[in-house]
């Protein structure tokens, strides 16, 4: 039996990334407070994140395939999640131009039906443009980078400010479709089961 692929996340990003290659989840968002877990090690934490929002969406189902995913963006030693207001915004892309970035994922599956779970990381470098603060100041104002890792968000207008990527690019939106094809593949089941 194939279980129902549930995603432990509101992210529209994610969400649009898997119905992309036609799986269509269910959205069961997590609600797991972040602030608990303190950890200086960026795959360590964004694995354990990931780990916890899915195990968060799994003690309320049954029989169900969840994904969770945590992302954070790594410059110069400096570690970015999401930025809390337009000033913060403007002030990392001012760090972050001209720079080289690298953007971590933790992806986890737990498998209900066969009580297992997966866990790994995702690591993509990324290439910065070295825009203009007149630029930064526009994209901030577009309201585009206060929802995402990293203060970017390269499927959109974020896209036009990075010169080259290394690495996976969907992993940079927020979720690596060729680990997850492998990690579903690890459980016994092949991606197009979920079509």
């Known amino acids: 039996m194939i279980p129902p692929f549930v995603l432990a996340s509101a992210s529209p990003a994610r969400r649009r990334l898997l119905e992309t290659v036609g799986i269509k989840p269910i959205i069961h968002q997590s609600d797991f407070d972040e602030s608990q877990i303190q950890l200086t090690d960026t795959v360590a934490l964004v694995e354990t994140l990931a780990r916890c929002k899915a195990e968060t969406v799994a003690s309320q189902l049954e029989q169900s395939l969840i994904l969770g ?74 309201q585009e980078p206060l929802n995402c890792a990293g203060a970017f968000a390269i499927e959109g207008k974020g896209g036009l400010f990075i010169d080259k990527i290394d690495g996976c690019h969907t992993n940079v939106i927020g979720l690596s479709l060729p680990l997850l094809r492998k990690m579903i593949s690890q459980l016994g089941y092949q991606v197009t089961d979920f079509w």
């Open 69 to 142: 995913c945590d992302s954070l963006l790594v410059v110069n030693g400096e570690s970015y999640g999401k930025p809390e207001s337009a000033e913060i915004a403007i002030a990392r892309w001012q760090g972050m131009r001209g720079q080289i970035g690298f953007l971590y994922t933790g992806h986890v599956l737990i498998d209900q039906t066969q009580d297992k779970k997966i866990i790994r990381c995702g690591l993509t470098q990324v290439h910065f443009a070295d825009i203009d603060d007149s630029t930064i100041k526009a994209y901030v104002e577009s």
